[in-house]
């Protein structure tokens, strides 16, 4: 479990977290590959990205990537 506090520390290229739903995700190795660039992604970094996310993204996509990416939960 973390806090906002300790996800929003992680805002840099070489570590890299969102949070989603209240669900944390590292996607430090994955924004890379990120369709919309790694430039979308790093704006969110060590921030709560759900509602940009769920504007674009249809929930099927988390439960493509949750295995892979989820590292934990807000407290």
Not at 26 to 53: L, W
Not at 58 to 70: A, C, E, G, Q, V
Request: hydrophobic share 30%; net charge positive; glycine share 6%.
């Amino acid at each position: 479990m973390f806090t906002r506090k300790e996800v929003s520390t992680h805002n840099t290229d070489n570590d890299a977290w969102i949070i989603i739903r209240g669900d944390v995700y590292d996607v430090t190795d994955f924004k890379e590959s990120h369709p919309g660039g790694k430039k979308v992604v790093m704006r969110y970094a060590g921030k709560d990205a759900t509602e940009e996310f769920e504007m674009l993204h249809s929930k099927s996509i988390l439960k493509r990537y949750r295995r892979t990416l989820k590292i934990g939960e807000l407290k």
